[in-house]
């Protein structure tokens, strides 16, 4: 065990968390996304739900100031009839943690999972709400 490392985020996670570089892109998966067939890199944490793992892992990672947007959210359908409260509790725990560097956008479903295809690691987790998948952009520690 290690101190300070909330315990949410595992060996696995945190190895894939230190191995990724400028750029890399990191996907944080509700349960129904297709995460075991779309990810190089697969971290399973299904008793867990997204805004818990969104919250430890920003501690530690910094989001990619160069991007054009450090977040990406797959937009709801059009004709779904789905709420996304989920999407304001990501916008301020991003907030707490990147003040200035936290552009957020939506993208169609199957560009999402096109970028997903294409992301470092796919965090896959228990999370019930729907089009609640986020992707971020790591950017550099500056100290």
Not at 21 to 48: Q, T
Not at 79 to 107: A, C, F, L, M, Q
């Amino acid at each position: 065990m290690l101190k300070n490392i909330p315990s949410i985020l595992g060996p696995d996670l945190l190895k894939v968390l230190m191995e990724m570089g400028h750029g890399d892109e990191l996907v944080i998966s509700d349960g129904n996304f297709p995460a075991a067939s779309i990810a190089k890199r697969l971290i399973r944490c299904d008793g867990h739900n997204v805004p818990d793992l969104l919250d430890a892992i920003l501690k530690f990672f910094p989001l990619d100031p160069y991007s054009a947007n450090q977040v990406t959210l797959m937009e709801v359908v059009k004709g779904d009839k789905v709420e996304t409260p989920i999407w304001e509790t990501y916008r301020s725990i991003i907030n707490r943690h990147e003040p200035v560097n936290n552009k957020i956008i939506n993208i169609d479903r199957f560009d999402f999972y096109d970028r997903a295809k294409q992301a470092y690691a796919v965090i896959a987790t228990g999370e019930k709400a729907l089009y609640a998948n986020i992707i971020l952009t790591k950017g550099v520690v500056i100290e």
